[in-house]
Structures are given as C-alpha cells and as structure tokens.
C-alpha cells in the first residue's frame, strides 16, 4: 500500500494548513488512518486517528481542538485540517494506515501501523 503526503509548508503562527494523504481508492476503506509526527531531535508521535468509516477520531491533548482529521473513502484521502498552529507544531508529519476489520476503533501505537506515507514537513515560524 502506497500512501502520499501533502500539504506542507512554512506558515505563521496563528495560521492554517490541511495536510492530504493519498491511498489506493478501491481498498482504502479498509485501513484506519492516523498522522503522526516527528519534530528535530524528538520522537515520532501520534497526532490524531481516524476509524474506517469515520465515525471516530481521536487526538493528541497537545492537538485538539485546533486539528482534525477526516477522510473520504471514495477519494482514497484522509485530511488533517491544522488551525492556530504553533512554532512547536513544525515537524515532519506521516500518515500511517492499519488493515483491519474493526469499524470504528481509533488506535494511537505506531508499532500497529503498517503503512507510512513519505512524510511532509510543517514549519511554523513564530
């Protein structure tokens, strides 16, 4: 499964980005979809999480209520929608997909995900 970020930049704080991430059409409903993160010097984190059909999302605490993700099936895409961004918010940003068959569980252990999209990079300058 191939997954193809997009979307990143240099933006201000305050601003606005919508990361996409773009997978095969016919099968991507089958995979829950998650962003994740990785800032210089730190470790990958989980971001926000999106069920397969929608119904449940999750998020970091650091990240709610100024992200979120959604997705839309027919497309093959899952969105991650990025208000008042912060300087601490630049990172590079993955999106990862788990097969499964579970609907609506939203899981946040990178470990479970077996597909990764190259990466975008998010620079928020203060």
């Known amino acids: 499964v191939q997954l193809q970020a997009s979307g990143g930049g240099l933006v201000q704080a305050g601003g606005s980005l919508r990361l996409s991430c773009v997978g095969p059409r016919r099968s991507f409903g089958w995979y829950r979809m998650a962003w994740f993160r990785q800032a210089p010097g730190k470790e990958r984190e989980f971001v926000a999480g999106i069920s397969r059909v929608g119904r449940s999302t999750e998020y970091a605490d650091s990240v709610k209520g100024r992200f979120t993700i959604s997705r839309d099936n027919a497309r093959g895409t899952v969105y991650l929608q990025m208000n008042s961004l912060k300087p601490e918010d630049t990172a590079v940003y993955y999106c990862?997909?788990?097969?499964?068959?579970?609907?609506?569980?939203?899981?946040?252990?990178?470990?479970?995900?077996?597909?990764w999209g190259q990466g975008t990079l998010v620079t928020v300058s203060s």
């Open positions: 990862a997909a788990d097969e499964t068959e579970n609907l609506y569980r939203v899981i946040r252990t990178q470990d479970d995900y077996d597909y």
